[in-house]
């Protein structure tokens, strides 16, 4: 498929695991634009994942393009789509599928060691209720496309056992030296018992468990999937959310969560947290025609138990990146604000974890 284009530049490697993502030159849609080939050998080797999971995973994604070209008074910002394409397993050769879509140049690229402001969250945040909101206004046959199953089959495919070893191990040696918190290094090792299939299970059905309704949900709403300019005076604007892939229905709070332990500083996070949920409590009411699908209450309690997840994930598998980028840097001030600030916020997800596994 990326035979046929002319590539500029392959703009997919270190930022994700699902496909292969070129931005080519193409004629008919005004130069450069973005193309998305489901499939990634490394992922394919490391999590033994299949061409049937890579073809669902990507048909999600151009499903839920499709949901967002018809509900444009939405206002949902994603970029612009020329082309959408399935994967077929079923023919020979397998028809591989594709997504071309815009260009947006001037992109920041986040990584887990950045952080954002509580107030650049905003407009994210807003948005993220506007697409849970399209999930009342599907049709009986567009909902049956959208999985109900992915956090259960996702998750526990990922965190196998050896891959836990692998990726809590990580905190053997200094890394758990830096810890500044007593609690945050117990709650070391109370992260593999908080990523166990009984758990992404229990989450998966939450909404049938607590009867919270479900949304039409992002799957993974980390800062990784939204795009943001850098501005000249540092501070960061959203721009669009992309990476559609893990839409699923499901309970409102994991993208909340998912995005709140990626995005803000420990402090940021609990001083803001809740204020956030209530931004996107009230754009939900406002573009559901005055009555959100749950109460206030269902969602922050919804917030909590989906918090130990995210929260979980992001200490279990960020490490590595860290050290990793952390080792690259010379010896001096600049490598030891970057260490303090990823710590700073491993310390208060692990303390959170921790007070909510004995609350």
């Given at each position: 498929?990326?035979a046929?284009?002319?590539?500029?530049?392959?703009?997919?490697?270190?930022?994700?695991?699902l496909?292969?993502?070129?931005?080519?030159?193409?004629e008919?849609?005004?130069?450069?634009?973005?193309?998305?080939?489901?499939?990634?050998?490394?992922?394919?080797?490391?999590?033994?994942?299949?061409?049937?999971?890579?073809?669902?995973?990507?048909?999600?994604?151009v499903?839920?393009?499709t949901?967002?070209?018809?509900?444009?008074?939405?206002?949902?910002?994603?970029?612009?789509?020329?082309?959408?394409?399935k994967?077929?397993?079923?023919?020979?050769?397998?028809?591989?599928?594709?997504?071309?879509?815009?260009?947006?140049s001037?992109?920041?690229?986040?990584?887990?060691?950045?952080?954002?402001?509580?107030?650049?969250?905003?407009e994210?945040?807003?948005?993220?209720?506007r697409?849970?909101?399209?999930?009342?206004e599907?049709?009986?046959?567009?909902?049956?496309?959208?999985?109900?199953?992915f956090?259960?089959?996702?998750?526990?495919?990922?965190?196998?056992?050896?891959?836990k070893?692998l990726?809590?191990?990580?905190?053997?040696?200094?890394?758990?030296?830096?810890?500044?918190?007593?609690?945050?290094?117990?709650?070391?090792?109370?992260?593999?018992?908080?990523?166990?299939?009984?758990?992404f299970?229990?989450?998966?059905?939450?909404?049938?468990?607590?009867?919270v309704?479900?949304?039409?949900?992002?799957?993974d709403?980390?800062?990784?999937?939204?795009?943001y300019?850098?501005?000249?005076?540092?501070?960061?604007?959203?721009?669009?959310?992309?990476?559609?892939?893990s839409?699923?229905?499901?309970?409102?709070?994991?993208?909340?969560?998912?995005?709140?332990?990626?995005a803000?500083?420990?402090?940021?996070?609990?001083?803001?947290?809740?204020?956030?949920?209530?931004?996107?409590?009230?754009?939900?009411?406002?573009?559901?025609?005055?009555?959100?699908?749950?109460?206030w209450?269902?969602?922050?309690?919804?917030?909590?138990?989906?918090?130990?997840l995210?929260?979980?994930?992001?200490c279990?598998?960020?490490?590595?990146?860290?050290?990793?980028?952390?080792?690259e840097?010379?010896?001096?001030?600049?490598?030891?604000?970057?260490?303090?600030?990823?710590?700073?916020?491993?310390?208060a997800?692990?303390?959170?974890l921790?007070?909510?596994?004995?609350?």
């Amino acid at each position: 498929m990326v035979a046929e284009f002319k590539v500029v530049e392959d703009v997919g490697t270190g930022k994700g695991m699902l496909s292969c993502v070129k931005l080519v030159y193409e004629e008919q849609y005004g130069g450069n634009v973005i193309l998305k080939i489901p499939g990634s050998d490394s992922t394919r080797e490391r999590f033994l994942i299949d061409d049937i999971m890579f073809s669902r995973l990507h048909n999600t994604e151009v499903d839920s393009y499709t949901f967002l070209q018809q509900h444009p008074d939405k206002n949902i910002s994603y970029p612009k789509i020329f082309e959408l394409e399935k994967m077929d397993t079923t023919v020979e050769p397998i028809k591989r599928g594709h997504i071309i879509m815009e260009y947006m140049s001037g992109i920041t690229h986040l990584y887990c060691y950045d952080n954002l402001k509580p107030n650049e969250l905003e407009e994210a945040v807003k948005n993220l209720a506007r697409f849970h909101s399209i999930g009342q206004e599907l049709t009986k046959v567009e909902a049956d496309l959208v999985p109900r199953d992915f956090l259960k089959v996702w998750f526990t495919k990922l965190f196998i056992q050896s891959n836990k070893d692998l990726f809590i191990g990580t905190w053997k040696g200094e890394m758990t030296d830096w810890l500044s918190s007593e609690v945050a290094k117990q709650a070391i090792g109370e992260l593999d018992g908080l990523l166990t299939p009984e758990i992404f299970t229990k989450l998966n059905d939450d909404c049938q468990i607590t009867g919270v309704q479900e949304v039409l949900c992002h799957g993974d709403y980390s800062f990784h999937n939204l795009l943001y300019q850098k501005l000249s005076d540092k501070t960061f604007k959203f721009k669009a959310i992309v990476d559609f892939q893990s839409v699923n229905w499901g309970n409102a709070a994991q993208d909340l969560s998912r995005l709140f332990v990626t995005a803000l500083s420990g402090k940021d996070r609990r001083d803001s947290e809740e204020r956030l949920l209530k931004v996107y409590y009230d754009e939900l009411i406002e573009v559901s025609n005055g009555k959100a699908p749950f109460t206030w209450d269902q969602l922050k309690q919804s917030y909590i138990r989906f918090f130990q997840l995210h929260g979980a994930i992001v200490c279990a598998v960020t490490p590595g990146l860290f050290l990793q980028n952390l080792q690259e840097k010379a010896e001096g001030l600049e490598k030891d604000e970057f260490r303090n600030k990823m710590m700073e916020k491993y310390v208060a997800l692990l303390e959170d974890l921790h007070r909510n596994l004995k609350a």
